[in-house]
């Protein structure tokens, strides 16, 4: 191997050597050391690595007297570096890793598996020495669970494997209504939640991959889930019976009423239930974006006392409630960053989430705000992916790469990437895997990612694409939303056109989009989409990952013949188009759903599958005049 490995993350420093490992069988892997999860874990990964290459190499813990029978030595050195620091070295004789913590040994065994993934089987392994250690020491994904999609436990064992694979360290699976608590079922019958035994045995799954799996219950906010339900409405901040849609749907009431004991009493009932389930001491309660609280019942006090007053009370009231269960809080920053004189009150020991997802959000300027009341900080970027369809590239890595770069400028103890849900999470599962591991990258080392190959590093570690053709289609296909020339925030302008059917076409986002524009997107996808036929995926699942974007192509160009449709017919509603355009869309539109209702069951449980499918549903009975 002539030239440095593609790896995913690039380590801080790889140097090679000249020569190569030739793995030969009857070798050893030498746990050397106390034989604990970590060295077992590593010595798993070890022997795949080495298998690739045609080896079988077998654990021990015992060096015996022929040094020349270890083909590979595992072992930790207390003191010897930072946490989850490792030194992985490959001579003509042996491979050797150390590590200067427990966490060390596994990141050391994924970078020499990816090496191995792309070794020429008569040659081995190159020589090299890799010294390696994080940026951040907290590196992780929060994943919406809320929004219609739950996964299957088949689809969140595969994404601990992932996570492992590119060297995060922590989950949270954001949470509203989807965890199966005993006492309301009314919350989430339809919803095909998490159980207890669940929590309990995907916990354990990623312990096994030394990610830690934090707890996230929302509390105050995006309670409408619940607050739909007439058992919960009394607790709600607004009662105003306008407020509410049909069947019993929240319009503008989300959120808690902050005075009502009966909302900090539900809490304790559901963090009480909730919490044993997970071996993390850490807890995400939310409390973002409250946009409700003094509109209602709270008005009078919030008039008096000050919104953000009334927010922090609550905070703290929550605060002490986690305390008590013997965890330590995070919550999302947005609403104390208004109030910011109030940012010194907040407990010292509390975690405050950064959250901003478009690419010039202020992540410095917020947390600068944060370290100065010497509060531990996460920056929070997204992956874009939600009201998109295909996602939206550009606008993901320049908001991920500012968050990583401000949050190491100001002292950030974590990167926690958000991949949300709204509107019915209709965005296909892989859509967002290039941006896991471009943050996972950013969030390793960020001086020597910044500008990764990303492309190519996806082929090789995320899609195991032979022929290189899925890294960069999916990559381009992220980027479509950007061909039909306008660029409304959080949200692609071409998702928004099947999202939102019934907003007239001469106001905004739509007013300034123009047929050309949209021909021009949907040739792009077609051709971009098109690259399919030339990958050569050895996934398990690679048919599927393959349909998800075919399918997520598909909603694009659906949505740019829908949008000419409606400029070519003086920018009418969907009504009102000629009788045969809509049945050609409605045509078209129906195998869509079929499709989507189809992919959606492989990766994801039943429920909330027609709340997300209605969405089309609606827009094809539009079509059909129904």
Known sequence: MEHEPVLLPRPREIELRGGFLKPVPGRFVLLDGAPDAAAARTGAIVQEAVGRLGARWEMTAAAGRSPRLLGAVLRIVEGGGPAQAYRLEVTPERIEIEAYGAAGLPHAAVTLRQIARQADPDAGLPCLEVRDAPDYPRRGLMLDISRDRVPTMGTLRQLADLLEELKLNELELYTEHTFAYRDHREVWERASPLTGEEVLEFDRACRDRFVELVPNQNSFGHMERWLRHPRYRPLAEIQDPDAWGPEGEAMVCRSLCPLDPGSLALLEELYDELLPHFSSRSFDVGLDETLDVGQGRSRRACAERGEGRVYLDFLLEVYRRVRERGRAMRFWGDIVLKHPELIGELPEDVVALDWGYEAGH?????????????????????????????????????????????????????????????????????????????????????????????????????????????????????????????????????????????????QEPFASLAAEALSAAERYVEEVVGRLGGARSSRGDAQLLAAEYRLAASLLAHACELGRARIEAGRAAVEALPASARSRLASSLGLLIEEYRRLWLARSRPGGLADSAGRLDRLLRMYRGS
Do not use: K
């Open 362 to 506: 202020p992540f410095a300027e917020e947390g600068s705000r944060f370290a100065a009341a010497g509060l531990r900080w996460f920056v929070c970027p997204g992956t874009s992916s939600w009201n998109s369809f295909a996602g939206r590239t550009a606008n993901a890595l320049a908001n991920i790469r500012s968050a990583a770069e401000a949050g190491l400028a100001r002292g950030a103890a974590g990167l926690l990437l958000t991949d949300w849900g709204d509107n019915g999470h209709m965005q296909p599962p892989a859509v967002s895997l290039p941006f896991y591991a471009y943050a996972a990258a950013v969030a390793w080392c960020c001086e020597r990612n910044r500008e990764l190959d990303l492309a190519r590093a996806l082929d090789l570690h995320v899609f195991e694409d032979r022929a290189g053709a899925m890294g960069r289609m999916a990559l381009d296909l992220g980027d479509a939303y950007r061909l039909a020339g306008v660029e409304p925030a959080n949200a692609s302008a071409l998702a928004w056109i099947l999202l939102r059917p019934s907003r007239p076409f001469d």
